[in-house]
């Protein structure tokens, strides 16, 4: 399929009507930058000035760790499986391991947050990710690794009443027994 | 002529059905053995219905709902029935050529056409059944010059091999790709020219 | 419009028995894949005749990321994100149009405010998108101060957008079942000043840039399709009504509510050289962005208070099986989805049919017989995005 071919239209009009349209049409446009020469300009000077982020702004996400309850709900409705999280179950206590979200693949959908029963995870307002190392983009979001001290006393208080009520069950059990034995007997 | 009404928040629908009716009277009037299908299910589902199907058991039997569509039933008469469907009924535009493979152990891809009416502003789908063993077509280039590009894409995707086709090269894989991606039984590779795939 | 057009249809024999006179070998001249006027990483072979083109081949799949078997694998709420990313200037839109499909699928239709919503996205979208489409046509034909000029007022549109999803470029926004979340306080008050500085704005672009004598030079009586051809290779958007034909999704498939909305589709004419010239690509570009303008102001007219998503649809969704074809106007052209449910909660098939990929076949059939500097105004009016052919 041929097309036309464009020829130049300066060699079939006159030469001077050309020259007056171009003068007229760049006239025009300097007209139009000229207006915008002392107006303060739009730009802003990054690495020194930043600009805010919206309420809703979806950056890098941020986790509500003491709420938590590691269930994988966000991991499973992420799309490309970018949530990898571990921790331990001490009765009600977590010990945490590891909540890593890697973002040389997180596309910041934002589907992790909604399913979330507890509401702990979050999308930030941080959103500047250069570096010059990939494996520091694996981030992990946790605040602490292991137990706290809380944890750890609450676990303590935990287990001493859990050894208190066994002990006191077995009390019971051995009162019982020697009850029945003096029975028998 | 007037714009069809809308019936959806998704476009007519009406217009469609009607397009496929009259193509469908049109085309075994020619002596093509074509099947209409129409969706069982109504256009809108009742209240909750869409709660209740998302809770559901996959294994559970189900009804069909969507758009209609026509089933040649003769590969061989593809382009027959396509230059029927333009020069008759009027349908200018084509919108897309592809393929489906619904299942790994169906014998059969689906060939899908989609064409468009800038006059009569409707749409229909044609498709036809190609065995995978014999993955071979009649291409619609010389109908429709649209198809050009669809029909290499669907070609190197799928192993289509489209006769007739003026140039049957890959255009998004490289030109060595081994296998056919979309269809069901494709199997990863494991590395390409030294890079990993994994 | 002040100027009565003033063109002659281009000499056609007279050129080629100049050009044929002075026959050389044919040069082979790859375009690409790095080139500023590709929009991207797209490969134009083109062969030479001295300065007259006599062939073209495109050479894709550099961006290929293989949406549609990420499709076939992930759920239907997963795959959402990933719609954002095959025309990322109008990810409004590639949401709106796979989620209207799904949506066909569930039988459901989302509250009237969704709707309006969605409208005003859409449309907002949609100007952001040409604003890209002309600013960056201008650099592409030596006109570099317009393209600033049409960030400035993308810019507020991007504002918008973070403050209704928290996302600039993929909004994930729209998605099957409504829209993710209501406007926030204000917001529309917002869009609503957007239009009138748009109106103001407006103008400028329409001076600075398609007045100006040297953009009319460039793309007057260049790259000349006619509507038949266009029509033939499935060409939609304003390539489409470019060329002449009187086509446009959004009136003669009615979705959304676009139905109770006044406004005019603007058609190609010839303006300033041959109808179906890149300059009639661009000129539909204009104007279109007044009409959405006038579409928003309507839209925030009629928008009332009531629910935004259907209660019905969570983030599991397993459709009734069946098959579903919904095509849009997104600001390229038409963007169908066609979806395969089988009843269970993954797609069996999830095709995107892509505007800019049908739009670059045609181009192919359009470069022969140009000269070589207008490759540039060629490709770039036809306003491909690569993410979007290759998916």
């Known amino acids: 399929m041929a097309t036309p071919t464009s020829l130049p239209e300066t060699a079939r009009r006159s030469y001077w009507g050309n020259v007056w349209s171009t003068i007229k049409s760049t006239a025009v446009g300097m007209g139009i930058t000229f207006r915008y020469l002392w107006s303060k300009p739009f730009t802003v000077q990054y690495p020194d000035e930043k600009l805010t982020t919206d309420e809703r702004y979806r950056g890098i996400h941020y986790l509500e760790q003491d709420l938590c309850i590691c269930c994988n709900a966000c991991a499973k409705a992420c799309p490309i499986d970018c949530i990898e999280m571990e921790a331990t179950r001490h009765g009600k206590e977590l010990e945490w391991h590891q909540f890593d979200l890697d973002y040389q693949k997180c596309m910041f959908c934002e589907l992790c947050v909604y399913p979330c029963p507890k509401d702990c995870i979050h999308m930030g307002k941080e959103y500047a990710l250069v570096t010059e190392d990939r494996g520091t983009l694996n981030m992990d979001l946790l605040t602490w690794q292991g137990l706290t001290e809380e944890q750890k006393v609450r676990i303590a208080e935990a287990e001493a009443k859990k050894a208190a009520k066994k002990a006191a069950k077995e009390a019971a059990a051995k009162k019982k027994a020697e009850q029945e034995n003096r029975e028998e007997a | 002529m007037e714009a069809p009404k809308r019936d959806t928040a998704w476009g007519p629908m009406e217009v469609h059905f009607q397009a496929a009716r009259e193509a469908h009277a049109a085309l075994q009037e020619a002596g093509l053995e074509v099947e209409l299908h129409q969706p069982n299910l109504p256009i809108f589902a009742e209240e909750g219905e869409a709660k209740r199907l998302a809770k559901k058991k996959a294994d559970e039997p189900h009804e069909w709902r969507g758009d209609a569509f ?129 | 419009m002040e100027e009565p057009p003033q063109t002659t249809p281009p000499d056609q024999h007279r050129l080629r028995e100049i050009e044929l006179d002075v026959r050389t070998q044919d040069v082979e001249i790859n375009m690409g894949p790095q080139h500023p006027a590709t929009h991207g990483v797209l490969r134009v072979l083109l062969r030479a005749d001295g300065e007259i083109l006599v062939g073209a081949e495109s050479h894709l799949g550099y961006l290929h990321r293989c949406a549609e078997k990420i499709g076939e694998n992930v759920d239907y709420i997963q795959y959402m994100p990933y719609t954002d990313r095959y025309d990322y200037l109008s990810s409004m839109n590639n949401n709106l149009s796979y989620s209207l499909a799904v949506e066909k699928l569930l039988g459901v239709e989302v509250p009237k405010r969704g709707q309006y919503l969605r409208t005003i996205l859409a449309e907002l979208n949609r100007i952001a998108s040409h604003l890209v489409a002309v600013g960056t046509y201008g650099i592409d034909i030596g006109a570099f101060t317009p393209f600033f000029y049409a960030l ?148 925030l007219a009629a928008i009332e208070e009531g629910e935004v998503s259907h209660p019905d649809v969570s983030l599991t969704i397993r459709p009734a099986p069946g098959e579903a074809y919904v095509g849009i106007e997104n600001p390229r052209g038409e963007l169908g989805h066609y979806v395969v449910s089988d009843g269970t909660k993954i797609a069996k098939r999830m095709r995107c049919r892509a505007p800019s990929f049908v739009n670059l076949s045609v181009v192919e059939h359009t470069l022969p017989g140009c000269m070589l500097a207008d490759a540039a105004a060629i490709i770039g009016a036809t306003d491909i995005v690569i993410g979007e052919t290759d998916r």
């Open chain 3, 152 to 299: 400035r007022e993308r810019e507020f549109l991007l504002d918008l957008f973070e403050k209704i999803c928290g996302a600039r470029l993929t909004y994930s926004y729209i998605r099957p079942g409504g829209v993710m979340n209501d406007a926030p306080a204000g917001w529309l008050n917002k869009v609503a000043e957007f239009c009138d500085i748009f109106d103001q704005k407006w103008p400028e672009y329409w001076n600075l840039l398609v007045q100006n004598k040297i953009f009319i030079e460039r793309t007057a009586n260049v790259g000349v399709m006619p509507a038949q051809t266009a029509i033939d290779w499935g060409c939609t958007g304003p390539m489409l009504r470019g060329s002449g034909v009187d086509w446009d999704l959004r009136r003669d498939q009615p979705y959304l509510v676009y139905d109770q909305l006044d406004f005019k589709v603007i058609v190609g004419e010839g303006y300033r050289g041959t109808l179906g010239d890149c300059f009639d690509r661009n000129f539909v570009r204009m104007y279109e962005m007044l009409e959405s303008i006038k579409m928003v102001r309507q839209c």
């Open chain 2, 70 to 198: 026509l089933l040649l039933k003769d590969r061989e008469r593809l382009l027959e029935a396509l230059s029927l469907i333009r020069e008759q009924l009027a349908f200018q535009q084509i919108v897309d050529v592809t393929a489906v493979d619904f299942d790994a152990e169906d014998s059969v891809l689906w060939g899908v056409y989609q064409v468009l009416s800038l006059t009569k502003k409707a749409r229909l789908t044609l498709k036809v059944h190609l065995p995978k063993d014999d993955c071979r077509v009649a291409s619609a280039v010389s109908v429709y010059p649209g198809a050009d590009w669809h029909e290499r894409e669907s070609g190197e995707m799928y192993g289509i091999t489209y006769e007739g086709h003026p140039d049957p090269r890959n255009i998004l894989l490289p030109d060595d790709w081994v296998g056919y991606p979309l269809r069901k039984d494709y199997e990863f590779p494991e590395e390409y020219h030294g890079i990993s795939c994994v």
